[in-house]
């Protein structure tokens, strides 16, 4: 074992396979909040994609991997628009561990109401503690 992959004992818990998911609605005070933060001054008719990718941030950074994860790059791939107040729910899954550079590939899956698929797509992670 390498000295990084030693200093990084939370890296060397993580399993190809591994997931964590977050649920969350956005009803119209949120899209009205954030369409006052954007600067836009109509009302949005469905979830703004960037509140999706934001479930995923949220993911990477607090669950799976979790603290000490910084984004190397991202693709989401989106299908049909999530609705007001759909139930949402975000997961992220490991899909390939490179410890000699501590780099985490995931995959990443919104689902809506029904099983519709949101959005789908990949990440990859550098883990740094």
């Known amino acids: 074992m390498s000295e990084s ?16 998911s977050v649920s ?16 836009i001054e109509s009302e949005w008719p469905e979830v703004p994609e960037p509140l999706i990718a934001g479930l995923f941030s949220y993911l990477l950074g607090e669950e799976l991997p979790g603290h000490g994860t910084n984004y190397l790059k991202q693709h989401m791939q989106f299908h049909q ?34 099983g519709r698929l949101i959005c789908e797509g990949d990440a990859l992670v550098l883990f740094q503690c």
Do not use: H, Y
């Not at 990084?8 to 997931?19: A, E, I, V």
């Not at 969350?24 to 600067?39: I, K, T």
């Open 81 to 114: 628009p999530a609705r007001v107040d759909e139930p949402l729910t975000a997961t992220v899954t490991v899909t390939r561990l490179r410890p000699d550079k501590a780099l985490v590939n995931l995959e990443t899956r919104c689902i809506g109401e029904g």
């Open 24 to 39: 969350r609605r956005f009803g119209r005070e949120a899209l009205n909040e954030w369409c006052r933060l954007a600067s």
């Open 5 to 20: 992959q030693m200093s990084l004992p939370r890296f060397n818990k993580l399993r190809t396979g591994d997931s964590a």
